[in-house]
């Protein structure tokens, strides 16, 4: 018997699914066979959150990382042609780290697939600054930052512009070079600093309910 073509398929839109893709955007991995995806992360509860947002039965598995080799990141592999060819049409390619551009994200569940990106390759962090108190002892500042990283400077440029266009925050972008020794490309982020990060991460965690790594949303709680 010949083998039936597929058709392609539009599937659709949810905050999780948008979740799921800000995740393979970042942290994510189309093979070359046209079938076969995977999501790889340190944090084996953002590999079972993704499992669930994509309602994915498969197996959470480990991996070496390519860097490090001693160190053990969790992995979840998994097949479906059709939603690799979706993934495609997205804008989404295999090896996509450098080649990454313009994805084709509807407006509506933005906010959804930027929470996966920042927590794929994104950082929120605050700390206390101390750097004036030889004026005053007094003068102690909360800083709070949030920043998306990418090797692509196209989709870092492409993020900072949808940013801008449905929030109104601007941010800063800029290239990190190389400064490690695991650290094999320069990389490209646009970074917040504190006021428009309290709007930008207000805007991200806009119900209690939606997914996201608890870590970085208790960091955002603490001033939104």
Known sequence: MPKVKLADKDFKWTPELAYAVGLLTTDGNLSKDGRHMDFTSKDKELVELFKKCLQLNNKIGRKNS?????????????G???FYRWLQRLGLTPHKSKTIGTLKIPD????DFLRGH?????QVWTYKDRWNTFKNPKY???????RFLSASKIHIQWLKKNITRLTGIKGHTWERKILKPNQTTNMWEVK????????????????????????KRKIAEKFI
């Open 66 to 78: 390519g860097s490090c080799p001693k160190k053990k990141y969790y992995r979840v592999q998994f």
């Open 80 to 82: 479906n042609i059709v």
């Open 108 to 111: 509506k569940y933005f906010s």
């Open 118 to 122: 920042l927590d794929g390759d994104g």
């Open 140 to 146: 102690i500042y909360t800083r709070l930052w949030t």
């Open 192 to 215: 917040f600093a504190k006021k428009d990060s309290i709007k930008l991460l207000s805007w991200l965690y806009h119900s209690p309910n939606v997914p996201c790594s608890i870590r």
